[in-house]
């Protein structure tokens, strides 16, 4: 082959095999986003991990990544299911129902929310200063409980028509993030694509030198 085709085709490939055999090691910060922190640290060993830090909120995850083609795909261990657990429920005299939140940092109440399902209606309330909600008795089948800034609920089946107290807590893993084969599109300067913990996108992720 002439030295001139051997040079073009070189030059050609030359981006395609310095992106592919460039290792994505490194650390990654979310780019563009006002009073936002957060970004990716992937290790050698693929494992990474992942922080979010948005005024006093801070999350974290972690688990391994892997590349494939011209993206990095993510995963973590399986969110359990719950991100609440039910203390107590019983029966009280009283016309109305109580949900209480305990043993949980009183700043966080204003940011719990209960979802209320019943045959007809789903009706939304938000725990007070004391971390309760009480509102008229009425057959529930369904209680939702969320906090504002993670992406899931945790529900509750209710049986038992007679129980109208309720007793909540938080998990450890509140406000661990989990990825499940999450990716993000490697380019020269970083990686680009969506954010775990924010809507719409894509975002753009640049690496640390």
Known sequence: MPIVCLAACYVFWLPFVSLAQSPPEGVYLLQGVMETGSGFKLNPDNSFEFFYSYGALDREGSGTWKAVGDSVIFNSRTWPGLDFKLLEQSAISSPDITLKLTDINPVMFSF????????????????????????????IEKLELAFEFVERVSSFRITDSSLNNYSFTVEPWLAEVFFKDFALKLTEDGFEGKHPALKDGPYVYSRQQ
């Open 112 to 139: 719990m929310y209960c979802f209320v399902h019943t045959k007809d209606t789903t009706l939304q309330f938000k725990f007070d200063s004391r971390g309760i909600i009480k509102f008229p008795r009425r057959k």
